[in-house]
């Protein structure tokens, strides 16, 4: 078969399966099977011209050609590589024999590579083969899938003779679970990711692949190379089971066949950029609620989360196979629930039946495995009965009074209710027993910080609200800690959390379709008219306290006023900060930081003394940061330089900082001579790595500009800004910048530190003009998921000072770009927050300008802004 020959071939089997006229999954068996042939044809051939015809025949039984990996399975994907083993007898082959053979295999080799073939290819000897199994894991599990290709099958079936009879399959199937975990920690242990690894990613294909693996090894059924059909045949899958995989196998075969094509390589990756065209292969549309890919990505996350199931009870029973015949499996009968009782740490069912007779029992299962914490998991059994049984699950049994109470006992449990509700969320009952969250499970959210479907995040903010209530977990937020145990009741703040974002997808107002759902559930439930109102309240306001406290002016008493009518009472405020807290943590760990940490506490503590009847912001609060920053400082410094400092900042200087950063201005600024002071220091909180700025100078209409011009010039990413204006006129401006070099900040170098100050100051002093900006490339995220930016423009009543408020699509150079306008058009900056939430950026700026009263020059600032801001499609 010629280059041009196998390119044709190969090329027109990839056009039949993007046809439209049938389905990927039903195209996908007969794509991989003509891959195959098509490589099997090219390689044979080439094979027989540069080996069989061009050696003596006396090496005819001293070697075999072996397809091992993927491609010895026989699933050749349009741009994986074609995984071969040269099998040699290294006994009986003469020196001359393999130096004639090597020089054959060269050009073999160089003939396929000319073919266009990707080829990963080894020569071993038999003996060397044998050795290599034992020390590398990869090498053993590739030579499982061995098929046979030419040359001499005698050798090929010796071989694996002897393969078997050396294998230790507890020692393959001990190294192939750590590699499980291994790479399974690599995508945070969900199938949920938003940009999936169809191949690697938990419930992707390698998960499959391990089942066969562990299958073949241990030699399950009558045939060297253990099938789906063998599983089934000897008992290891029912005939459900065994349909159901093999539907979710074939979707994330066609899913990753597409993603080769559509990308021209081997990409795994289900990417933002390839979700549409991938959902277009697959003739999803576009509906009124919900965008095509996101119809695909949820059927991907249905796929992934049975192959998940499956290929946990696989493991189970697999395990019990392994086991030691002394190994103890004694039962032991769970207290309060005599249905079930406990082996192995697994809950296990008294009865095949059980939930058939008793359907109740459905929900005591998981009340039942949150009150045994050694408890683990389930059979096999107990997953097989309750997959059967849950359609039992139907309005009567949602209606009976008595499972409405389990229902809410669930989330009264002591101890173990993230894991319960996990487990209810990967059966399907939590889906069952509230359809509204059965419509949101494996929702996609379009936005620019969420980083796990819907189902997913609700179920983390419920695991982070359980968190406030553990003392080994004070450390990361106290006084989340302290609130919820002065709050007293956190299932109900779990029940807000499971409600909060259930509406999602729906078209509308979640907030307020979500208020409708719980108030409903709530009186359904028998919870109390005060309960009933927490609720609604909780649901319909959980944005509220996040936009409070990144949006409004915290120094303005007004601001705290209005947020105190809002929330009415201390308890809703204590339930409504516990939830924000959560949700926040919950969305993504880039979004959650000691600055919006900060911004909460205050809004929270300035409400609560608000309603006690004290002043929001308190003269003692200031006095007390001022002596708690004065014995941070360093001994020699001069407390009266410190306080004729102070004198030049107003109250909102001393409410935007914590401390610490109060301090370490001071000790900066005190310590210098010279007009403009720099300071540079790595920054650790909350695992976050950064590297803090503090910059103080006389104010100028480019200065702010300037520091973001360096910033762009080295591709540093502004997470956050603190732009500040003194009484005397200086700019005391404080960034958060993310190094693209840096992994761990705590390492960088003083000789760093030093010559950034230097530069830095010497940019201050310039005068030459700017540059003109120009926006960096956007991430695929921000290209699929663009957000439409919304400026508002007010006059401050108080002032001679304008509030721009901006949230628009995080890029790089954005920041720059909006500086420069205000350079351009003589608009002087008085402070900002600047803050970055992931991709997503939402800042205020306080701004004066005499062309400002003149609505000609405010729509000329609007519009420039919003030209930068917007992400052409």
């Given at each position: 078969?010629?280059?041009s020959?196998?390119s044709?071939?190969r090329?027109?089997?990839?056009?039949?399966f993007?046809k439209?006229e049938?389905?990927?999954t039903?195209?996908?068996?007969?794509?991989l099977r003509?891959l195959t042939?098509?490589?099997?044809?090219c390689i044979?051939t080439?094979?027989?011209?540069?080996?069989?015809?061009?050696t003596?025949?006396?090496?005819?039984?001293l070697?075999?050609?072996?397809?091992v990996?993927?491609y010895?399975?026989?699933?050749?994907?349009?741009n994986?590589?074609?995984?071969?083993?040269?099998?040699?007898d290294?006994?009986n082959?003469s020196?001359?024999?393999?130096?004639?053979l090597?020089s054959?295999?060269e050009?073999?080799?160089?003939a396929?590579?000319?073919?266009?073939?990707?080829?990963?290819?080894?020569?071993?000897?038999?003996e060397e083969?044998?050795?290599?199994?034992q020390?590398?894991?990869?090498?053993q599990?590739?030579?499982?899938?061995?098929r046979?290709?030419?040359?001499?099958k005698?050798?090929?079936?010796g071989?694996?003779?002897s393969?078997?009879?050396?294998f230790?399959l507890?020692?393959?199937?001990?190294?192939?679970?750590?590699e499980?975990?291994?790479?399974?920690?690599?995508?945070?242990?969900?199938p949920y990711?938003?940009?999936?690894?169809?191949?690697?990613?938990?419930?992707?294909l390698?998960?499959?692949?391990l089942?066969?693996w562990?299958?073949?090894?241990a030699r399950?059924?009558?045939?060297?190379?253990?099938?789906?059909?063998d599983?089934r045949?000897?008992?290891w899958l029912?005939?459900?089971?065994w349909?159901?995989?093999?539907r979710?196998?074939?979707?994330?075969?066609?899913?990753r066949?597409?993603?080769?094509?559509?990308s021209?390589?081997?990409?795994?990756?289900?990417l933002?950029d390839?979700?549409?065209?991938?959902?277009e292969?697959?003739?999803?549309?576009n509906?009124?609620?919900?965008?095509?890919?996101?119809?695909?990505m949820?059927r991907?996350?249905?796929?992934?989360?049975?192959i998940?199931?499956r290929?946990t009870?696989?493991?189970?029973k697999?395990?019990?196979?392994?086991?030691?015949?002394t190994?103890?499996h004694?039962?032991h009968?769970v207290?309060d629930?005599?249905?079930f009782?406990?082996?192995?740490?697994?809950?296990n069912?008294?009865r095949?039946?059980?939930?058939?007779?008793?359907?109740?029992?459905l929900l005591?299962?998981?009340?039942?495995?949150a009150?045994?914490?050694?408890?683990t998991?389930?059979?096999?059994?107990?997953?097989?009965?309750?997959?059967?049984?849950?359609?039992?699950?139907n309005p009567?049994f949602?209606?009976?009074?008595a499972?409405?109470?389990?229902?809410?006992?669930?989330?009264?449990?002591?101890?173990g209710?993230?894991?319960?509700?996990?487990?209810?969320?990967?059966?399907?009952?939590?889906?069952?027993?509230l359809?509204a969250f059965?419509?949101?499970?494996?929702?996609m959210?379009h936005?620019?910080?969420?980083?796990?479907?819907?189902?997913?995040?609700?179920?983390?903010?419920?695991?982070?609200?359980r968190?406030?209530t553990?003392?080994?977990?004070?450390h990361?937020?106290?006084?989340?800690?302290?609130?919820?145990?002065?709050f007293?009741?956190?299932?109900?703040?779990?029940?807000?959390g499971?409600f909060?974002?259930?509406a999602k997808?729906?078209g509308?107002?979640?907030?307020?379709?979500?208020?409708?759902?719980?108030?409903?559930f709530?009186?359904?439930?028998g919870l109390?008219t005060?309960?009933?109102s927490?609720?609604?309240?909780?649901?319909?306001?959980h944005l509220?306290m996040s936009?409070?406290a990144?949006?409004?002016d915290?120094?303005?008493v007004?601001?705290?006023a209005?947020f105190?009518?809002?929330?009415r009472?201390?308890?809703?405020?204590?339930?409504?900060?516990l939830?924000?807290?959560?949700?926040i943590r919950?969305t993504s760990?880039?979004?959650?930081?000691?600055?919006k940490?900060?911004?909460l506490s205050?809004l929270?503590r300035?409400t609560?003394?608000?309603?006690s009847?004290r002043t929001?912001?308190?003269?003692?609060l200031i006095?007390k940061r001022?002596?708690?920053a004065?014995?941070q400082?360093?001994?020699?410094?001069?407390n009266?330089?410190?306080?004729n400092?102070?004198?030049?900042?107003?109250t909102?200087?001393?409410?935007?900082?914590?401390?610490?950063?109060?301090a370490?201005?001071a000790?900066?600024?005190?310590?210098?001579?010279?007009?403009?002071?720099?300071?540079?220091?790595?920054?650790?909180?909350?695992?976050?790595?950064s590297?803090?700025?503090?910059?103080y100078?006389?104010?100028?209409?480019?200065?702010?500009?300037r520091?973001c011009?360096?910033?762009?010039?080295?591709?540093?990413?502004?997470?956050?800004?603190?732009?500040?204006?003194?009484?005397?006129n200086?700019?005391?401006d404080?960034?958060q910048?993310v190094?693209?070099?840096f992994?761990?900040?705590?390492?960088?170098?003083?000789?760093?530190?030093?010559?950034?100050?230097?530069?830095?100051e010497?940019?201050l002093?310039?005068?030459t003009?700017?540059?003109e900006?120009?926006?960096g490339?956007?991430?695929?995220r921000?290209r699929?998921f663009?957000?439409?930016?919304?400026?508002l423009?007010?006059?401050?009543?108080?002032k001679?000072e304008?509030?721009?408020?901006?949230?628009?699509?995080?890029?790089?150079?954005?920041l720059?770009?909006i500086a420069y306008?205000?350079?351009?058009l003589k608009?002087?900056l008085?402070?900002?927050?600047v803050v970055?939430?992931?991709?997503?950026?939402?800042?205020?700026?306080?701004?004066?300008?005499?062309?400002?009263s003149?609505?000609s020059?405010?729509?000329?600032?609007?519009?420039?802004?919003?030209k930068?801001c917007?992400?052409?499609?």
């Open positions: 078969m010629s280059s020959t196998y044709l071939i090329q027109k089997i990839l056009n039949q993007c439209p049938l389905s990927p039903v195209r996908v068996r007969r794509l003509d042939t098509a490589a099997d044809a044979q080439a094979w027989q011209k540069h080996i069989d015809e061009n003596p025949t006396s090496l005819a039984p070697v075999s050609l072996v397809a990996g993927g010895g399975r026989g699933e050749l994907l349009p994986s590589d074609i995984d071969l083993l040269v099998l040699i290294g006994v082959i020196a001359a024999q393999r130096a004639q090597d054959a295999i050009a073999w080799v160089s396929l590579w000319d073919e266009g073939l990707t080829l990963g290819h080894s020569v071993r000897t038999v083969c044998l050795s290599f199994c020390e590398d894991l990869s090498t599990t590739a030579i499982l899938e061995g046979l290709l030419a040359g001499s005698a050798l090929f079936d071989f694996y003779q393969f078997h009879a050396q230790d507890p020692t393959f199937w001990r190294e192939k679970i750590a499980m975990r291994q790479r399974h920690a690599k995508f945070a242990d969900t990711s938003l940009e999936p690894n169809c191949k690697e990613s938990p419930g992707g390698r998960d499959l692949h089942m066969l562990l299958a073949r090894a399950i059924g009558n045939t060297h190379r253990t099938s789906w059909q599983l045949d000897t008992g029912s005939t459900e089971q349909r159901l995989l093999q979710c196998e074939n979707w994330l075969l066609a899913m066949a597409h993603l080769h094509i559509l021209r390589r081997a990409e795994n990756r289900v933002f390839l979700q549409g065209s991938v959902a292969a697959f003739s999803f549309k509906t009124p609620g919900k965008r095509a890919s996101e119809l695909l949820q991907y996350y249905l796929s992934a989360k049975t998940s199931l290929c009870l696989f493991l189970q697999f395990d019990h196979l392994m086991s030691p015949p190994s103890s004694t039962p009968r207290k629930f005599p249905d009782f406990v082996v192995d740490n697994l809950l069912i008294a095949d039946d059980v939930f058939i007779e008793k359907p109740h029992l005591d299962l998981f009340l039942a495995y009150s045994r914490p050694d408890v998991g389930l059979t096999s059994r107990t997953w097989d009965a309750l997959l059967k049984a849950r359609h039992y699950i009567d949602r209606r009976d009074p499972n409405r109470q389990r229902f809410i006992e669930i989330f009264k449990c002591p101890d209710i993230t894991h319960t509700l996990r487990l209810m969320n990967q059966t399907g009952i939590l889906g069952r027993y359809p059965r419509h949101i499970v494996g929702q959210q936005d620019l910080f969420h980083i796990y479907t819907v189902d997913q995040h609700i179920l983390t903010v419920i695991r982070n609200l968190r406030f553990l003392e080994e977990h004070i990361h937020h106290e006084l989340a800690n302290q609130v919820m145990s002065e007293g009741e956190p299932w109900l703040l779990y029940l807000a499971l909060h974002d259930i997808g729906r509308g107002d979640h907030s307020e379709l979500g208020t409708v759902d719980v108030a409903r709530a009186k359904q439930h109390s005060e309960q009933i927490l609720l609604k309240f909780l649901v319909q306001h509220t936009t409070f990144q949006k409004e915290l120094t303005d007004e601001v705290i209005k105190a009518k809002l929330v009472t201390p308890r809703r405020l204590q339930a409504l900060y939830l924000t807290v959560a949700d919950g760990p880039k979004v959650w930081n000691a600055w940490d900060k911004l205050d929270y300035m609560l003394r608000y309603m009847g929001p912001i308190p003269a003692d006095k001022q002596e708690n004065l014995r400082l360093p001994p020699d410094t001069s009266e330089a410190v306080h400092l102070w004198r030049q900042f107003d909102e200087y001393f409410l935007r900082h914590d401390t610490a950063t109060i370490w201005h000790a900066h600024i005190t310590s210098h001579t010279d007009e403009t002071t720099v300071a540079a220091q790595p920054y650790i909180s909350n695992s976050e790595h590297l803090h700025i503090m910059v100078t006389p104010d100028a209409v480019d200065v702010f500009a520091l011009s360096f910033f762009q010039q080295r591709q540093w990413s502004i997470f956050d800004a603190q732009i500040y204006t003194s009484t005397h200086y700019a005391l404080t960034f910048i190094l693209p070099e992994d761990k900040l705590d390492h960088v170098k003083p000789e760093f530190i030093a010559e950034l100050v230097a530069e830095l010497h940019t002093s310039q005068t003009p700017l540059r900006p120009s926006l490339r956007l991430s695929p921000s699929n663009p957000i439409t930016p919304l400026m423009l007010q006059p401050d009543e108080d001679d304008y509030v721009l408020r901006l949230t628009a699509t995080d890029r790089p150079g954005i720059y770009s306008i205000f350079k351009t608009i002087r008085h402070s900002a927050r970055t939430l992931g991709e997503r950026l939402e800042d205020v700026f306080i701004i004066s300008s005499a062309q400002l003149n609505p020059h405010m729509a000329q600032l609007e519009e420039e802004i919003i930068v917007t992400v052409e499609n």
